[in-house]
Structure formats: structure tokens, C-alpha cells
């Protein structure tokens, strides 16, 4: 949410946060499990090497979209899901936004 302009949404009971309207990151989280979906044009071949990592369905892994999944024992890696947060952003925000960063 630090993120310039960055607003939160809940479609389908997911949040959903966006930048002037466009997604730039999908959250889920439950009693069994997190997941996040974000868009990696420069990281995805390399998000993908992690087993819980896939690309995202409904056609936006073709577009560079990689979703995690973590169960309640996992221990996720935050300080890299925040740079891919960050990269995701940057791949949605309007240039001027991205620049600042």
C-alpha cells in the first residue's frame, strides 16, 4: 500500500491492489493457505524454479503473471515476494509512477 497511487479492491472476495485502475497484485489469504499473483516480465523464468510457484491461470501466466501458494507452515521469503510486489507494480504503473520509485 506504500506503493504511489496504489488503491485496494476486493473482486471476487480477493483483495485486489491496483494502480489508476489496473491490477498489479492479487492476494488470497485463508486458514489453509496465501497465495499472491503478480505480474514478472523480467523475473519469471526464474519465479517459476520454485515449487510453489505456477504460472497464473485463466491466461495470465502467458502474459507473465506467476502465482505462490503458501500453506500455514510455510515460510515464505518476503524480502523476494516484495521486490516481485515492486516489479509488479512497475510493469503496471504508468511510466511517470514507475520512474519514481
Known sequence: ???????????????????RGK????????????SLS???PASRDFALIFDWAEPTG????RSGW???????DDQPDFELLE???VES???IAPKKLSASL
Request: hydrophobic content about 45%.
Open 89 to 91: 507494480y512497475k510493469a
Open 38 to 40: 503478480v505480474k514478472l
Open 1 to 19: 500500500m506504500a506503493l504511489p497511487e496504489t488503491l485496494e479492491e476486493f473482486p471476487w472476495g480477493h483483495s485486489a491492489l491496483k494502480v
Open 58 to 61: 485463466y491466461g495470465l501466466g
Open 66 to 72: 506467476v502465482t505462490g501458494r503458501f500453506s500455514q
Open 83 to 85: 521486490r516481485w510486489i
Open 23 to 34: 491490477t498489479f497484485l492479487f492476494l488470497n489469504h485463508s486458514e489453509e493457505e496465501l
